[in-house]
């Protein structure tokens, strides 16, 4: 088993090697707006998992999805040439799920600071339902 290190070193070429792969090797249209953004390599060195986000619609992911899947064994052989290792690790396409959380936690934190401001606005006009101090303090008792 190969140390964590040199894992995520090779991880991190990893990403280089397909990102730039898939600028400048592939002609496909559908992988135009494909970004990598994360690699993580089993600690046997055997298989990478590639992480990606797709700018547009649902269909483009899906587009893109297929695409990476026909260009799998290219860009294995790619980063094969490159990484210059006995073995080269088989190559898994993810859809990276980062801009789709942070949009709704975007959302919600939007709405949580819209209900801040109300709440501010209706402390702003609160009166007491009786007295401002309701208790009995023991120097008023005496007088």
């Given at each position: 088993?190969?140390?964590?290190?040199?894992?995520?070193?090779?991880?991190?070429?990893?990403?280089?090697?397909?990102?730039?792969?898939?600028?400048?090797?592939?002609?496909?249209?559908?992988?135009?707006?494909?970004?990598?953004?994360?690699?993580?390599?089993?600690?046997?060195?055997?298989?990478?998992?590639?992480?990606?986000?797709?700018?547009?619609?649902?269909?483009?992911?899906?587009?893109?999805?297929?695409?990476?899947?026909?260009?799998?064994?290219?860009?294995?052989?790619?980063?094969?040439?490159?990484?210059?290792?006995?073995?080269?690790?088989?190559?898994?396409?993810?859809?990276?799920?980062?801009?789709?959380?942070?949009?709704?936690?975007?959302?919600a934190l939007h709405e949580a600071h819209v209900r801040d401001e109300?709440?501010?606005?209706?402390?702003?006009?609160?009166?007491?339902?009786?007295?401002?101090?309701?208790?009995?303090?023991?120097?008023?008792?005496?007088?």
């Amino acid at each position: 088993m190969a140390d964590s290190a040199r894992a995520l070193k090779l991880a991190g070429t990893i990403k280089k090697i397909v990102a730039r792969a898939l600028q400048t090797e592939f002609t496909d249209p559908r992988l135009t707006f494909v970004t990598v953004t994360d690699v993580r390599v089993t600690g046997d060195l055997q298989q990478a998992s590639v992480f990606y986000t797709v700018l547009g619609s649902d269909a483009d992911r899906a587009d893109a999805a297929r695409a990476l899947e026909r260009a799998k064994g290219r860009l294995r052989s790619l980063v094969g040439g490159q990484l210059g290792i006995r073995l080269t690790p088989s190559l898994e396409f993810h859809l990276d799920a980062v801009p789709e959380t942070a949009a709704s936690l975007d959302r919600a934190l939007h709405e949580a600071h819209v209900r801040d401001e109300e709440l501010k606005r209706l402390r702003e006009n609160a009166r007491y339902a009786g007295e401002e101090d309701p208790y009995r303090h023991p120097d008023e008792d005496e007088a």
